[in-house]
């Protein structure tokens, strides 16, 4: 990696904490200085007058804003999340085990989806206008333009209703087999996999595409090499960063799947959590899980954008 | 103005059938939202059958929801939700966004670099999840709901603008203007605009599309449209309880969703390349 290259990268990734301070003041105005009294909501019917002043200054609300704010995001930076509204527990013991579902779903949905995805994206792509292309196009555009919900109730109509493989809207707590593991993980990572693939079909494919247009492709071609060694040993190399760059993108299309997802199957994730604090107004526990997942996000678009430096050959 | 209304005969600006139908399809949905009180089967909120979750039958078209009221009534009055607060919020992030970004290419310097920056950390923020902690904040109501959707598309829309104006900006007929000594809102107004209208109409049917997408994800966590009304997300989440059974109440709420984006989607890649291209 040579001086130009570096430099490149580490603009990115200043840019990327610049980005970040700006994300967390936007999340704790939205939050915090909008209209709705936190401490009458706590107190509730217990809300008098002097009550409410003991514990808004207890509660430090009664500082300047910006005050409050770097206050927050110190505690946030040395892992001091704060206390539930809800139920008095530290956020991070909340959030610790509900984290590790989510990751374990999204891993394995990454593992299920991405080979997949890449085999279908690059065979559409070998076969360029065949019906075969069509089919996958068509699909991964449908899938595109409706809503996640929509791929998760058509799932459960599939697969539940019709088919009657798999059980519908339960999600059992106590796993005893990996049969049953199985059967529980099935319908969430179906759903989140579809999701995921068309995004990541539709960029493979137009990422192969764009060099099988090149003229060494071409040259390639009137040489008598056949279609699959056209783009296996010509296009693909060449399409590999655009191509790692599109599954980083299309992996931060797993945030906005997963708040849906673990709602309608009742996953017992992060996104569910944040999504029954908010009809509690629950504001550190949604602040920390914002947070949370502006920084995955963050990490996943900076990665690809890292990637597509690193890897473009007029760079070097 | 004339001279652009006489080359609209050229050769270039017919639709293809795949386009049409598209086009059918929108022209249909936004009928069914403005007169929609006018035909609506049913009172849309009357329990009309005694038994819920009613399938299709040749008094209820597309059967009856949880509590037995007309599911075809009720999403035709959705359409008014979806479409209607859609559009608006689209028509806001864009003419904000647009604006912004033309200004930001044709001023330039510190303000371009401020606003890029300042927008694209706005845009790093996963757009459901900003719509959770706006309505967590504020709580949901229509105009708010509208604000919020405005807002997280406008980021996209002053980049999409931005791009095309950089392009245009330095074509000569910008810079004979600029010598003249036009000021910056002729600039953008009468140079930079008319030569990107139609990128940017068709961008600005994509960006529906997302609005209308993460609309109905918002009303189906119940975090959208409030009761009693009903936009078609909200429509499916109160019938999520028909989901096991196959109730054609939880069915046919995705499937109006699915006809009017997949329409739009069809009208816009169809148009005429004139349209779309016009920068180029």
């Known amino acids: ?316 | 103005m004339t001279r652009s209304a006489t080359h609209i005969h050229a050769a270039g600006y017919s639709l293809n059938l795949v386009g049409l139908l598209g086009f059918l399809i929108v022209v249909v949905w936004a009928m069914v939202a403005i007169t929609a009180p006018w035909i609506t089967p049913y009172p849309i909120g009357e329990i009309v059958d005694f038994d819920y979750f009613g399938p299709i039958s040749d008094k209820f078209w597309l059967g009856t929801d949880y509590l037995g009221r007309d599911i075809l009534s009720r999403i035709l009055m959705g359409a008014r939700y979806t479409v209607g607060i859609s559009l608006v919020a689209v028509t806001l992030s864009c003419s904000l966004g647009v604006t912004l970004g033309m200004t930001a290419a044709v001023v330039g310097g510190w303000l371009d670099t401020i606003l890029s920056r300042l927008l694209d950390a706005l845009n790093s923020i996963p757009s459901k999840l900003f719509g959770l902690v706006v309505v967590a904040g504020v709580g949901s109501s229509i105009p708010v709901l509208i604000l919020t959707l405005g807002v997280i598309y406008t980021p996209g829309a002053f980049r999409f603008a931005r791009a095309l104006a950089v392009n245009i900006n330095t074509m000569d007929f910008v810079t004979v203007a600029r010598a003249r000594g036009e000021g910056t809102f002729f600039l953008i107004r009468s140079e930079v605009l008319p030569n990107i209208i139609g990128p940017v109409l068709a961008d600005l049917g994509l960006r529906f599309v997302f609005t209308v997408l993460l609309l109905s994800g918002l009303s189906f966590l119940g975090l959208g449209v409030q009761p009693p009304d009903a936009d078609w997300g909200a429509l499916v989440r109160e019938n999520i309880g028909g989901l096991p059974f196959g109730a054609p109440a939880v069915i046919f709420p995705s499937v109006a969703i699915a006809s009017l984006t997949i329409g739009v989607n069809l009208l816009i890649d169809n148009l005429p390349q004139k349209i779309r291209d016009r920068s180029n």
């Open chain 1, 1 to 316: 990696m040579n001086k130009h290259v570096l430099h490149l990268v580490l603009a990115r990734l200043v840019i990327a904490v610049i980005t970040l301070v700006i994300v967390s003041f936007t999340v704790f105005a939205a939050t915090v200085l909008l209209p709705g009294d936190v401490v009458e909501i706590l107190l509730g019917q217990a809300a008098t007058p002097e009550a409410v002043a003991g514990l808004r200054a207890a509660m430090h609300l009664d500082d300047p804003a910006i005050w409050r704010f770097f206050r927050w995001l110190a505690g946030i930076l040395t892992g001091n999340f704060g206390i539930s509204y809800a139920n008095n527990m530290p956020v991070a013991d909340l959030i610790g085990p509900r984290l590790l579902n989510s990751l374990k779903l999204a891993g394995i949905t990454t593992v299920f989806s991405v080979p997949i995805a890449l085999s279908l994206g690059i065979s559409a792509a070998m076969w360029r206008g065949s019906w075969f292309d069509r089919a996958v196009t068509v699909l991964s555009i449908g899938v595109v333009s409706v809503p996640e919900f929509m791929v998760a109730t058509s799932a459960v109509l599939v697969f539940a209703v019709y088919l009657k493989w798999l059980p519908a809207l339960s999600f059992a707590n106590e796993i005893h087999s990996f049969g049953q593991m199985l059967r529980v993980y099935a319908m969430p990572v179906i759903t989140l996999s579809f999701v995921i693939s068309a995004q990541m079909i539709r960029m493979t494919r137009a990422a192969v595409i764009e060099t099988l247009n090149t003229p060494y492709v071409e040259m390639a071609l009137l040489k008598g090499a056949s279609r699959a060694r056209l783009v296996l040993r010509h296009a693909l190399p060449n399409a590999l960063g655009p191509i790692v760059n599109a599954v980083a993108l299309s992996l931060s299309y797993l945030l906005g799947g997963v708040i849906i997802v673990e709602t309608i199957f009742n996953y017992p994730g992060v996104a569910k959590l944040m999504v029954d604090a908010v009809s509690t107004r629950d504001l550190p526990l949604i602040q920390t899980c914002a947070m949370l997942f502006c920084m995955v996000y963050l990490l996943l678009i900076t990665t690809a954008d890292i990637i597509a430096i690193v890897s473009n050959p007029r760079l070097k």
